[in-house]
């Protein structure tokens, strides 16, 4: 099982920019597919990026690309989304997640989990 810590949100203006990262340990991080989703109080935890193993493919919700970019360090075991461009649609709380299922973006997938941190957009 791998440990997930995610830090980096805060309270930015629309059109602002912010990185997430998220921390892995207790296993080594590139044996995972990583995840980032969002929610927001009553609604269902949505998918926004992911990424392979090796960090050569990634997977965007049509809602963030071309504004969000997810990267990974296997050596540090961090995984960042970078956000630019920000509005106030993308406040939620962002969570990391892990998965051993190959570039898979399911949610039911990702079986280890971060606390989330947040992140709110303010026009």
């Known amino acids: 099982q791998v440990q997930l810590v995610e830090s980096g949100g805060a309270s930015v203006q629309a059109g602002g920019s912010l990185r997430l990262s998220c921390a892995a340990s207790g296993r080594t991080l590139s044996s995972y597919t990583m995840g980032w989703f969002r929610q927001v109080p009553g609604k269902e935890r949505e998918f926004v990026a992911a990424?392979?193993?090796?960090?050569?493919?990634?997977y965007y919700a049509d809602s963030v690309k071309g504004r969000f970019s997810v990267s990974r360090d296997n050596a540090k075991g961090t995984v960042y989304l970078r956000m630019n461009s920000l509005k106030p649609e993308d406040t939620a709380v962002y969570y990391c997640?892990?998965?051993?299922?190959?570039?898979?973006?399911?949610?039911?997938?990702?079986?280890?989990w971060g606390q989330g941190t947040q992140v709110t957009v303010s026009s």
């Open positions: 990424i392979n193993w090796s960090g050569d493919s990634t």
């Open positions: 997640a892990a998965s051993l299922t190959w570039a898979t973006t399911r949610i039911v997938d990702f079986g280890s």
